[in-house]
């Protein structure tokens, strides 16, 4: 069946459709990984946005659904430029196809997503339309395009209710385990989750318990936290900052997430709340940029954003660069950073942008880019480690 992607600029692209019978409007985006298109298809920030693969075969290894990232698949659409026709995996549960017409999301394959992705690159990231519809009318399709918002996603990824995930216990005395680090279906359902553990770090966290802040959290960062040792309870989004406080735990996390970060107005407020205290606060992607516009930064939106598993990060505290995965549009204004409250700590080497910070007189850190991976390289991992360092610190300080 034929299938057309409008953009807000009226070009039109002609393939083939994909994934569930619908049509849809959303800010059309692309991501440049070579692989992990399920846990990108998983991952709660593309709420809101229909995501195009750069590469151009994609679904060649299909769906193993141990490893996704999160509940559910969020994007609104899928954009490939070749559909695998025949993946292979031992691992495999089922093809892209039947995830997306699963989890009722549309998609186009067949066109040329190198001419989109210039186009985004060029005029910067535009909403669009995926329709099966030949007779459209332009000038209808283009006032629905202007129209459209993304809106307070968040509140539509959050976890429904709290839950805690396990810590590893079970660890070889030689360094790291081998085997699937995923949550088992039946816990999660159950909301006790407890991880089998994999390329498992030393148990630096054993006996910390840290509260995680779920603006739209990809299972990794919990992961990455059990397979230290740390018992995590995952929070939703509106939780107050009371019920965290009361909770006593021993460090805070705020996860990644969907949307413009100046929509979280409620979500901010309790924030600067969990700022006032002297508990050690780690927050990743939307929490780094919650925590800034907490504490009187700006954020504004990128031109066409930073997605994918290559983007290049300097540590200005050691000068080292590490290969990181990245997934937002928006960034915190560095400009707008009053030096007594915090100071940068990360920067993009490709833009110059803001990828981290370090707040003054503080155990709080924060980076724009996505330490826990999941697709990408895992290079900055060892963020969790300082994060620990911190509870451990202040630990020490009792």
């Known amino acids: 069946m034929k299938a057309f992607l409008i953009l807000e600029d009226g070009t039109v692209f002609e393939g083939t459709h994909i994934g569930a019978q619908k049509e849809i409007i959303s800010e059309i985006v692309f991501n440049t990984s070579m692989a992990g298109y399920l846990e990108v298809l998983t991952d709660p920030s593309y709420a809101g946005q229909a995501v195009c693969m750069t590469y151009p075969l994609i679904g060649n290894y299909g769906i193993c659904k141990d490893d996704m990232e999160s509940r559910s698949v969020w994007p609104d659409g899928f954009i490939v430029r070749e559909l695998s026709r025949i993946p292979s995996n031992f691992r495999m549960d089922c093809t892209i196809q039947e995830i997306l017409e699963e989890y009722d999301v549309p998609g186009i394959a067949g066109i040329d997503t190198r001419a989109l992705t210039k186009i985004l690159r060029e005029k910067g990231t535009m909403n669009g339309m995926i329709t099966t519809n030949e007779n459209f009318d332009m000038a209808e399709v283009k006032s629905k395009l202007s129209a459209y918002t993304t809106g307070k996603v968040v509140e539509k990824v959050t976890c429904p209710e709290k839950y805690v995930v396990q810590p590893v216990k079970d660890l070889s005395e030689n360094g790291p385990i081998s085997g699937s680090a995923v949550f088992d279906k039946e816990s999660y359902e159950k909301g006790v989750r407890e991880p089998r553990p994999s390329m498992v770090h030393k148990l630096n966290g ?7 802040m779920d603006f739209g959290a990809k299972e990794n960062i919990a992961r990455s936290l059990a397979m230290r040792g740390c018992e995590v309870t995952v929070y939703p989004a509106l939780t107050t900052a009371e019920e965290i406080i009361a909770s006593n735990p021993d460090g805070i996390m705020l996860s990644n997430g969907p949307g413009d970060p100046k929509e979280c107005v409620s979500i901010i407020e309790e924030i600067k709340k969990l700022y006032a205290t002297e508990i050690p606060i ?16 700006d954020t504004h939106k990128l031109h066409y ?17 590490y290969i990181s995965s990245q997934n937002h549009g928006y960034v915190v204004d560095v400009d707008a950073l009053d030096p007594k409250v915090a100071t940068p700590a990360f920067v993009n080497v490709n833009d110059g942008t803001n990828e981290g910070l370090a707040y003054t007189g503080k155990r709080i850190f924060t980076v724009q880019f996505h330490p826990e991976s999941c697709p990408g390289p895992q290079d900055s991992g060892y963020l969790f480690d300082r994060f620990i360092d911190m509870m451990n610190e202040k630990k020490n300080e009792k």
């Not at 054993?206 to 995680?212: D, E």
């Not at 929490?287 to 516009?293: E, F, R, S, V």
């Open 282 to 297: 780690f927050a990743i992607c939307l929490g780094h940029q919650l925590m800034a516009l907490a504490t009187g930064a």
């Open 305 to 321: 954003g930073h997605r994918g598993g290559n983007h290049p990060v300097k540590d200005l505290s050691t000068g080292r660069v």
């Open 206 to 212: 054993a006996g910390f318990k840290v509260a995680l």
